[in-house]
């Protein structure tokens, strides 16, 4: 079978790459044990970009169904090997999901400042029923999308209800760190950042199955359309805020703009805005080299972003960059070993994705 030498050869690798993933993780939760809330809370962005892979997987797989095409026939394998680690990724929300009161500030007491609804809302126990019916929700259609039974009618259901629940998810997690400040593209932000982060992986993953794309132009210029997306839902709700002044929004973006945090908005601007700019020629586009590089740019530049939008003035950057050291040697491991598991079970006889 073609490439199959060189997977034999990388099952080695893949191990290693799990036990360190494993000594990582350790390292970065045990010192929850002394200080749960700056350790748990940098602990989030990790988790939240590791959620972000089946997730968005998900959420291609179900567009797939619906828009058929090149670019569905490339990735189809990989974006449901993806979705094989969606209870590894809400596993990884535990930790964070036992110790509510150290990192969030209305599972306490609460803030005076907080309206009726939002005590309501932000409370313990919706809290994890919301994410419990999230999680239940990823389970349920990536096995449905992954057995092939009645796949238009499961797409569009998820695709109707699944932005919902991760919009509510994105609030729920991240925006009530904060919870003065509010932003209506914060959920829709946070999903298309899901799916940019899934894409990019399935993609290194498609890159280094063995057997190159038969269409790497079009994978190329869905790249370039997603990061269009993301510069849009990024921009738009700042310029709105800013622009206006409003008196109980600024503060939020204010204290992402001082000291080592307006350098990462560099960083992370840079890395996964200037991605745009070579992806407007075709001969980049159908590069698996230069594909390989900008997808490893956009999923650095996704990262930096999670740590600025989670961490300032409540996280240890230290902490969050052995979290995220963690995921991502998790994933270097996992992804391959459930593309194998899926080859197996759909098509024994090729290798391709």
């Known amino acids: 079978m073609p ?12 191990l290693v790459l799990l036990i360190l993933a494993a000594l990582l993780a350790a390292g970065a939760l045990l010192p929850a044990l002394f200080a749960p809330g700056p350790v748990l809370t940098a602990w989030l962005p990790a988790a939240w970009f590791l ?22 026939e490339e990735l189809r394998l990989s974006a449901e090997a993806a979705t094989l680690l969606t209870l590894p990724a809400l596993v990884a929300l535990l930790p964070v999901l036992l110790a509510l009161a150290a990192v969030y500030p209305w599972a306490g007491a609460g803030p005076a400042s907080l309206s009726p609804f ?12 919301r994410t419990l019916v999230h999680g239940a929700l990823l389970l349920w259609l990536g096995a449905r999308l992954r057995a092939r039974r009645s796949t238009r009618a499961t797409a569009a259901i998820g695709v109707v209800v699944l932005p919902l629940t991760t919009s ?37 993953l498609r890159l280094g199955s063995g057997r190159a794309p038969k ?36 503060p939020w973006y204010a204290a992402r703009g001082r000291g080592g945090w307006a350098a990462a908005v560099w960083v992370f601007g840079l890395t996964g805005g200037l991605p745009i700019l070579p992806l407007l020629f075709a001969r980049v586009r159908r590069s698996a080299r230069w594909l390989r590089g900008l997808s490893l740019a956009v999923l650095l530049a996704a990262a930096i972003e999670l ?31 459930a593309l194998r598991h899926r080859i197996a079970r759909r098509m024994p006889s090729q290798s391709h994705t």
Do not use: H, K
């Open 3 to 14: 490439g199959e030498p060189l997977r034999a050869s990388r099952r080695p690798r893949e």
């Open 51 to 72: 959620l972000g892979v089946p997730t968005g997987a998900l959420v291609l797989a179900l567009m797939m169904r619906l828009i058929p095409g090149a670019w569905g």
């Open 118 to 129: 939002q005590q309501a809302w932000l409370a313990p126990v919706p809290f994890v029923a």
């Open 168 to 204: 509510a998810l994105a609030y729920d997690w991240l925006l009530s760190l904060d919870p003065g400040f509010g932003s209506s593209a914060f959920g829709l932000r946070q999903l298309a950042l899901q799916v940019t982060i899934a894409f990019a992986a399935m993609l290194l």
């Open 215 to 250: 269409r790497p132009g079009v994978l190329g210029a869905l790249l370039l359309t997603l990061l269009l997306i993301n510069v849009y839902l990024m921009f738009l709700p700042f310029f709105i805020i800013w622009s206006g002044n409003l008196a109980t929004e600024v």
């Open 307 to 337: 740590g600025w939008t989670v961490l300032p003035g409540r996280g240890t950057p230290l902490l969050c960059l052995v979290a995220f050291a963690a995921v991502t040697c998790f994933l270097a491991a996992a992804l391959p070993v």
